[in-house]
């Protein structure tokens, strides 16, 4: 499974965030909401680090994309 930690963030953005998974690679991308985040670290193949960008209030989708286009989806982080 995927996790972020801290599970919650500001609506402006700027929130530097842990993502926790498998299988990632360097230059993995990250959308956060549907826009992209900034910062983005793969700082091991189970966790990027990232972070957010504006968003609006509620739970956004979480998608981080290797360069071989194989990803995942946390729906609700």
């Known amino acids: ?43 091991s193949s189970s966790e990027i680090a990232a972070t957010t960008p504006a968003h609006g209030a509620g739970t956004v989708a979480v998608v981080v994309t290797n360069p071989d286009g194989q990803g995942g989806t946390l729906a609700a982080g």
Do not use: C, K, Y
């Open 1 to 43: 499974g995927t996790a972020v930690r801290p599970s919650a963030g500001s609506v402006l953005g700027g929130t530097r965030v842990a993502i926790t998974g498998t299988g990632f690679v360097a230059g993995a991308s990250v959308t956060i909401g549907n826009t992209a985040a900034t910062g983005v670290a793969v700082t």
